[in-house]
Nanobody
Framework: VQLQASGGGLVQAGGSLRLSCAAS????????IGWFRQAPGNEREFVGLIEWSGGDTIYADSVKGRFSISRDNAKNTVYLQMNSLKREDTADYYC???????????????WGRGTLVTVSS
């Protein structure tokens, strides 16, 4: 099983960025794909998740209304659209897969490598 996050970069505050998480190696129809982030010196933080089959989403309060998660079943890819970015959104962003609808990173079995998002003022 492989998850590959991409799309990070440098963006000004107030701007937008879209991250992608390409999944391969198995069928993810019964999985939840979560997005997490980790800033230097901080613990890994839940951002949001999407249920692969039904498309239901959950977001952390810190990103609700600014971030949205979607999926493209044909491409086996999940997207994290980030709008109205703030400096405090700067972090490494990771996607992960779990069989549980959970915001706890310890319950995610598969992880991709992070992609760095830097928001400048």
């Amino acid at each position: 099983v492989q998850l590959q996050a991409s799309g990070g970069g440098l963006v000004q505050a107030g701007g937008s960025l879209r991250l992608s998480c390409a999944a391969s190696g198995r069928t993810f129809s019964s999985y939840v794909i979560g997005w997490f982030r980790q800033a230097p010196g901080n613990e890994r933080e839940f951002v949001g998740l999407i249920e692969w089959s039904g498309g239901d989403t959950i977001y952390a309060d810190s990103v609700k209304g600014r971030f949205s998660i979607s999926r493209d079943n044909a491409k086996n890819t999940v997207y994290l659209q980030m709008n109205s970015l703030k400096r405090e959104d700067t972090a490494d962003y990771y996607c992960a897969a779990s069989v549980r609808r959970t915001n706890h990173p310890g319950q995610y079995n598969y992880w991709g490598r992070g992609t760095l998002v830097t928001v400048s003022s």
